[in-house]
């Protein structure tokens, strides 16, 4: 298999490897906002509903932290009324105690996640449910999601956001790049038993919509895919557009620097770590999380290391793909990327069975502390988004803006999300199937000296539109093309307020509690 992966990427022209040398890449001041720096934490499965529920009203039980919401805070569209006394489900949302950090993962794949909304009624989750009841039903509140509630009183959360399609983790993650997972070219391999994953992975042999893991990197497993040139038409990523225009970036994720020995002795794919919460051991790096990987022009096929820390965010051998150990290197040297995508390690992404919120608050609240003590902080924007539901329970559907009509979908009934004809093209201009959208509601904060303070924005938003703001900051609009989302994409500039420079006191929060330190 190994030999297959260096096959197909070696056997690619040098330039789709390596865009530009070094020396090509210029840095770019020119933003049509005062934005010089985007950061998005890309966490793990989570729906508005299972953090923001009763937001802005925690239960504030003894011997937990407490949540007092400021005057004035503005209301969400959350759980109120019949849907936690007489919920459509047949039973209610119960709240999750900061004891209950640990959970069970539920079925959130394409085709249950789509029969969970049942054609708009959503009351089809319990059949999804990971603990055989309703458990996917359930929410937190401010005293175990302590961190982003408060960070939602000081700066901009979005309560009408959604996950560009309907499926797991690597179809949101790749959403977030190119806004397509529809390509041509699509390599795809077997698992050792011969066994065909075509119906679980794919569609007419070119959708992604499950979880394989990325063909161009020695990590992945048996079961891959990956997006190649093909002809005339090219498949292309955000990294792809930065680098034509010399914008340094990167895509910095746990685990990913193979020559780490943990304190536990585990090093290289299999370095892990065993949360101190949740008992559980998971791997740092999680191949079919890192998005780039499925793209010969930005994938870092050996995870070579940068040729230095000032090189971070250039071309050279990383091809900007990195450990989450060299974005707080770059910064601290004073070499802070334009755009930077932050992967936590597997344990604290927020991926129930394996992690949970508060390993994930933790890794949130020292990625902003550091940020905010940065120089470059009045300039620079955080965002906090999700890369698919969990099959945790949300209360408001999606606008079904682009259609499918497979043997996978089910939204309206069996085979049906639409009929399929206004279908968003694909690269080779044909309706793309398998792309069922919007799919579930998510969390979508922006964090940033400039974000409107307590505010709740209720723009229609996906994750393709964190695409679309580096495309209008950086990119004087530019679009992915090949019928990607950014297309479609709201934009999240309401969560700003450009009008006023960004001065405000540093916000540090406790780690471990969430609570406001300074």
Not at 476 to 497: K, T
Request: aromatic letters at 10%; glycine letters at 10%.
């Amino acid at each position: 298999m190994l030999a297959i992966r260096r096959l197909l990427f070696g056997a690619l022209p040098l330039a789709l490897v390596s865009v530009f040398p070094t020396s090509a890449l210029a840095q770019s001041d020119s933003t049509t906002t005062p934005i010089k720096h985007v950061v998005v934490i890309f966490d793990e499965n989570i729906t508005f509903d299972h953090y923001f529920a009763t937001y802005p009203f925690a239960s504030n039980p003894p011997g937990e932290p407490a949540f007092i919401p400021k005057p004035n805070t503005p209301s969400v569209n959350g759980l109120t009324g019949a849907l936690l006394t007489h919920n459509p489900n047949g039973k209610n949302p119960m709240r999750l105690d900061r004891s209950q950090a640990i959970t069970c993962s539920n079925n959130h794949s394409y085709t249950p996640e789509q029969a969970a909304a049942d054609g708009g009624l959503l009351d089809n989750f319990v059949a999804t449910s990971c603990d055989g009841s309703s458990i996917n039903l359930d929410y937190y509140d401010g005293n175990t999601v302590t961190a982003l509630w408060n960070y939602a009183q000081r700066f901009a959360l979005n309560d009408n956001s959604f996950d560009t399609s309907y499926g797991p983790s690597t179809s949101g993650a790749i959403n977030l790049i190119s806004g397509q997972t529809h390509a041509l070219g699509l390599l795809l391999t077997q698992d050792d038993a011969n066994h065909d994953l075509q119906g679980d992975v794919l569609l007419s042999a070119s959708t992604i919509f499950g979880d394989p893991d990325p063909i161009f990197d020695d990590c992945g497993s048996p079961d891959t895919a990956g997006f190649a040139p093909s002809g005339s038409v090219d498949n292309h990523n955000i990294g792809d557009l930065l680098n034509e225009k010399g914008i340094t970036w990167g895509w910095f994720e746990g685990g990913f620097n193979l020559s780490i020995k943990n304190p536990n002795g585990t090093t290289g794919c299999a370095r892990s770590t065993t949360s101190a919460v949740t008992g559980v051991t998971e791997v740092d790096y999680i191949p079919h999380h890192a998005p780039f990987q499925y793209y010969t022009s930005t994938a870092n096929l050996t995870h070579a290391r940068p040729s230095s820390v000032a090189a971070i965010g250039s071309t050279d051998a990383a091809n900007h793909q990195y450990d989450i150990n060299d974005f707080f290197a770059a910064v601290k040297a004073g070499n802070f990327p334009s755009v930077s995508f932050l992967k936590a390690p597997g344990y604290q992404d927020g991926h129930a069975g394996y992690s949970d919120p508060l390993d994930e608050q933790a890794f949130v609240t020292e990625v902003i502390n550091f940020l905010q003590q940065q120089h470059d902080w009045e300039h620079t924007a955080v965002i906090i988004n999700y890369d698919d539901s969990d099959g945790w329970y949300d209360h408001q559907l999606g606008e079904i803006v682009n259609q499918s009509a497979t043997s996978a979908d089910e939204l309206l009934g069996p085979g049906s999300c639409g009929d399929g004809t206004t279908a968003l093209a694909g690269p080779d201009g044909e309706h793309a199937q398998g792309r069922c959208g919007y799919g579930p509601r998510l969390p979508y904060m922006v964090i940033s000296p400039y974000a409107r303070r307590n505010y709740v924005d209720h723009t229609l938003t996906d994750q393709s539109s964190t695409i679309r703001f580096i495309e209008d900051n950086w990119l004087g609009g530019q679009r992915i093309g090949n019928g990607s989302f950014d297309a479609l994409a709201g934009s999240i500039n309401n969560m700003f307020d450009f009008s006023h420079p960004g001065k405000m006191q540093p916000f540090i929060l406790d780690p471990s509690s969430g609570e406001q330190v300074h």
